[in-house]
């Protein structure tokens, strides 16, 4: 069955919405969703959306048609099918005191699901992110808290904490960091961590994964800071810098795509929110990007991120 086929059969994937490109210079070009050759070109001035820019177009060229596009949160939105609900809600990239940066469009040989897993996974910190977000021997993840949002079908990791270096470019000191993980869609987390200048607020990270096709993405980061004195220049290289970083976990995960078969990898207690979040995807019956229904062997070799 071809890639087209196989991500239209996921209904939940083909009618939900996918970044496709940075607003940020956004100019025509080429990309491609779900195995789906697009066009994407900024608006006409026609019609304005909720974050001041002009609606963007998305063509699909196999057919020649439109898609559904919206431009929000710092990046453009396409959806191929007919969507099932608006696009995810984050009122803090609205908020007026705070810079709302694309850091980057990182395209990555892996699932989609994959990427957004290793957002998830804070045991890696002091290993990958070193000096960073993690130094030894300060190695532990402390036990957290998952919760089942039911009225919005999202899934959260609360009371994370992590001992970080440099947690933010504001940061000038160490810091016991608070965290809390959001998993919104399937290809979508949203991270809120503690604000050094702030403390009683959080910085927003946002993962916006774009599927090209079942072991292929592009990786898109928005930042949603409270930082008045960083130029976005050093905020989005710092933020490259940590994604540099994971693209060495995630271009070495086997197989390519996310096994959610139960017992085909092996977590540990500090994997409780990326177990959570495989059962979550099974619960919905996603298959686009797994190795559900594949040739694919999740046993052999599979590594966990």
């Known amino acids: 069955m071809d890639t087209l086929s196989d991500a239209a059969r996921d209904a939940l994937i083909w009618n939900d919405w996918h970044p496709v490109a940075a607003l940020d210079g956004l100019r025509a070009g080429r990309t491609r969703l779900l195995g789906v050759e697009l066009y994407v070109e900024p608006g006409d001035g026609s019609s304005n959306v909720p974050d001041g820019s002009n609606a963007p177009r998305v063509t699909r060229l196999d057919l020649g048609t439109p898609c559904h596009a919206r431009a929000r949160h710092g990046v453009v939105w396409a959806c191929l099918g007919e969507p099932r609900a608006d696009i995810v809600a984050i009122p803090e990239t609205a908020e007026p005191d705070r810079r709302l940066l694309h850091a980057g469009a990182f395209r990555v040989h892996v699932s989609g699901l994959r990427a957004v897993e290793n957002f998830l996974d804070m045991g890696h910190f002091p290993f990958v992110h070193t000096g960073y977000l993690g ?171």
């Not at 947690?167 to 503690?194: F, G, S």
């Not at 702030?198 to 079942?214: G, S, T």
């Not at 019956?285 to 991120?305: F, I, K, L, N, R």
């Open 135 to 305: 130094v030894e021997p300060y190695t532990e993840v402390a036990p957290y808290r998952i919760e089942h949002d039911e009225a919005n079908d999202e899934l959260y990791a609360r009371d994370c904490r992590f001992y970080q270096p440099r947690a933010a470019m504001t940061a000038d000191a160490a810091l016991d960091v608070q965290y809390v993980y959001r998993v919104a869609r399937p290809y979508i987390a949203v991270l809120y961590k503690t604000c050094p200048p702030q403390p009683e607020r959080f910085d927003v990270i946002a993962l916006f994964v774009q599927p090209l096709d079942e072991e292929w993405c592009v990786a898109h980061t928005v930042m949603s800071y409270l930082d008045d004195a960083s130029p976005d220049e050093a905020l989005r290289g710092f933020q490259q810098t940590i994604f540099a970083q994971d693209i060495k976990i995630l271009v070495n995960q086997v197989p390519k795509r996310l096994p959610l078969t139960a017992g085909s990898e092996h977590p540990v207690l500090a994997d409780a929110m990326s177990v959570a979040y495989r059962r979550w995807l099974r619960a919905r019956g996603v298959t686009y990007g797994t190795t559900e229904g594949t040739t694919d062997s999740p046993s052999q070799g599979a590594q966990h991120g």
